[in-house]
């Protein structure tokens, strides 16, 4: 449905150059290790999908087949649970796919060590930011009519999280990236946090489901009762 929706793909159009700006800017510095002392945009790199995720967490829910939505309430409500878990794993695995082909592009600029530790380390920044933003997904995707009142929030939440990531990123170039023994030790705690995060997110996703699904099922049967009256 991500490829599929047009009203999905027409909201994520300004996640484009959000997206590819950093990506440039990491191509062209790809011969900087972090490792080095240097400051370059690779490390940038792993908060961009904090910065993405947000954008799809909060357009996801909006599609144009939204009338359709009533399908959902004929699944069991034992269902939910795995649908929530089943679209945490593709967005994973958009993080995987692309990590796994920084991983092989880094090996030959930095060397496998310096590669697998920022690889690694990249990984588990963007499944923190995966795990938390899940919790913004407010329903069953693609089965809300999208809602124009809620442009004028997205920016400033946009810039509050640019903010957040900016100092993220400075905490992680002073702090972080002196040492490898550092970066495999926060790696490690950011794997856990991940963990715990997410956990707690697709339960909270879940519910989320079960109450909009229940709004529907209220809708519906209010405007059965309202024709046949």
Same mark, same amino acid.
């Given at each position: 449905?991500?490829?599929?929706?047009?009203?999905?793909?027409?909201?994520?159009?300004?996640l484009?150059?959000m997206v590819?700006?950093?990506?440039?800017?990491?191509?062209r510095?790809?011969?900087?290790?972090?490792?080095s002392?240097? %400051?370059?945009?690779?490390?940038?790199?792993p908060?961009?999908?904090?910065?993405?995720?947000?954008?799809?967490s909060?357009?996801?829910?909006?599609?144009?087949?939204?009338?359709?939505?009533?399908?959902f309430?004929l699944?069991?409500?034992?269902?939910?649970?795995? %649908?929530a878990?089943?679209?945490?794993?593709?967005?994973? =695995?958009?993080?995987?796919?692309?990590?796994?082909i920084?991983?092989?592009?880094?090996?030959?600029?930095?060397?496998?060590?310096?590669?697998?530790?920022?690889?690694?380390?990249?990984?588990?920044?963007?499944?923190?930011?995966?795990?938390? &933003?899940?919790?913004?997904?407010?329903?069953m995707?693609?089965s809300?009519?999208?809602?124009? =009142?809620?442009?004028p929030?997205?920016?400033?939440?946009?810039?509050?999280g640019?903010?957040v990531?900016?100092?993220?990123?400075?905490?992680q170039?002073?702090?972080?990236?002196? =040492?490898?023994?550092?970066?495999?030790a926060v790696?490690?705690?950011?794997t856990?946090?991940?963990?715990?995060?997410?956990?707690?997110?697709l339960?909270? %996703? &879940?519910?989320?489901?079960?109450?909009h699904l229940?709004?529907?099922?209220? &809708?519906?049967?209010?405007?059965?009762? &309202?024709?046949?009256?």
């Amino acid at each position: 449905m991500m490829l599929r929706d047009w009203q999905f793909r027409r909201q994520m159009l300004p996640l484009i150059p959000m997206v590819l700006v950093p990506m440039v800017a990491a191509v062209r510095q790809i011969g900087i290790s972090p490792f080095s002392g240097t %400051f370059s945009a690779m490390h940038i790199f792993p908060h961009v999908f904090g910065m993405a995720f947000y954008v799809i967490s909060t357009v996801i829910v909006f599609g144009t087949d939204h009338q359709g939505a009533w399908i959902f309430l004929l699944a069991p409500a034992g269902a939910f649970r795995g %649908f929530a878990r089943g679209v945490y794993a593709r967005l994973l =695995s958009l993080i995987i796919a692309l990590h796994a082909i920084l991983l092989v592009l880094l090996a030959w600029c930095w060397g496998i060590r310096d590669a697998g530790l920022f690889v690694a380390y990249s990984t588990a920044v963007a499944a923190v930011y995966l795990g938390l &933003e899940m919790r913004l997904i407010e329903g069953m995707p693609f089965s809300k009519q999208p809602d124009a =009142s809620r442009n004028p929030f997205i920016l400033p939440m946009m810039l509050l999280g640019g903010v957040v990531m900016a100092i993220a990123v400075g905490l992680q170039y002073f702090l972080v990236f002196r =040492s490898p023994l550092v970066v495999m030790a926060v790696t490690l705690a950011l794997t856990a946090a991940a963990w715990l995060v997410t956990r707690s997110s697709l339960e909270a %996703f &879940e519910v989320n489901i079960r109450f909009h699904l229940g709004i529907l099922s209220t &809708e519906s049967k209010g405007l059965y009762v &309202e024709v046949e009256g």
